[in-house]
């Protein structure tokens, strides 16, 4: 995955519904304050700075260290891994799951604190080198 170096102002303004426009206005200010990094364009991905990973598989590439992507049908939050998150994931409120997505329909129904934490925890994890098979270097 690569920056693309789009201005994140126009993707925003151009997400639809206006609910997820909202949602991604509300998510940039969590990430920004949770990670005291600007937001940068991967793609569609709104991502918080960057780092190099490396599976215990072998696979590899350049990732944003926070991220997350306003998708028609809902926020898609990225995270280390989901079920690392357990306790904190029983008490945010309606979502669903991936392997290491978070899917959030209605960022209103949610506890927005609860997922600062999950966003703090992965972010402080990356940071510490503390993500089990997978090694992370910060690139900026």
């Not at 940068?40 to 490396?54: A, D, K, N």
């Not at 997505?101 to 209605?106: A, F, G, R, S, T």
Request: one cysteine or more; glycine letters at 10%; hydrophobic letters at 35%.
């Amino acid at each position: 995955m690569k920056k693309t170096g789009g201005d994140v102002n126009e993707f925003v303004a151009a997400v639809r519904p206006a609910k997820r426009q909202r949602d991604a206005v509300r998510m940039i200010d969590l990430l920004r304050d949770v990670t005291g990094r600007e937001p940068e364009l991967w793609g569609t991905i709104i991502g918080f700075g960057s780092c190099h990973y490396r599976s215990a598989a072998g696979s590899e590439g350049d990732a944003p260290i926070a991220a997350f992507s306003p998708r028609r049908e809902s926020t898609t939050v990225y995270t280390l891994r989901t079920a690392a998150h357990g306790e904190r994931l029983a008490n945010l409120g309606p979502h669903e799951t991936g392997v290491s997505c978070l899917y959030i329909k209605d960022l209103d129904a949610v506890d927005a604190g609860v997922l600062r934490e999950i966003v703090a925890e992965d972010y402080r994890r990356v940071l510490a080198g503390e993500t089990g098979d997978t090694t992370y270097t910060v690139t900026d």
